[in-house]
């Protein structure tokens, strides 16, 4: 059973950076792609960035600029840093790997951006 533990959220106020961690019980490299999602309150679940396992990144557009997707492999985890927060990215951010069989999910960290 894969599990995934996210860690590092928290209240923070606008214009300050957070970085986001994502263990893995097994290899980060036996994943095709581990992903952050976010959802806010209302709104559905959201992709925001993505590591390959050969390590090419994607984001979505809206965070652009702001948002580094990140891993050490020999932690197993992979990072989300977050600059420049704006109370929009309040959300639950989500870590997700996807298998070559199956999909996982973390429990989400609250991320709370203050005005």
């Known amino acids: 059973q894969v599990q995934l533990v996210e860690s590092g959220g928290g209240l923070v106020q606008a214009g300050g950076s957070l970085r986001l961690s994502c263990a893995a019980s097994r290899s980060i490299f036996s994943f095709n792609t581990i992903n952050w999602y976010r959802q806010a309150p209302g709104q559905q679940r959201k992709l925001v960035a993505g590591i390959t396992s050969g390590g090419s990144t994607n984001y979505a557009d809206s965070v652009k600029g702001r948002f580094t997707i990140s891993r050490d492999s020999a932690k197993n985890t992979v990072y989300l840093r977050i600059n420049s927060l704006k109370p929009e990215d309040t959300a639950v951010y989500y870590c997700?790997?996807?298998?070559?069989?199956?999909?996982?999910w973390g429990q989400g960290t609250q991320v709370t951006v203050s005005s």
């Open positions: 997700n790997a996807d298998g070559i069989l199956a999909s996982y």
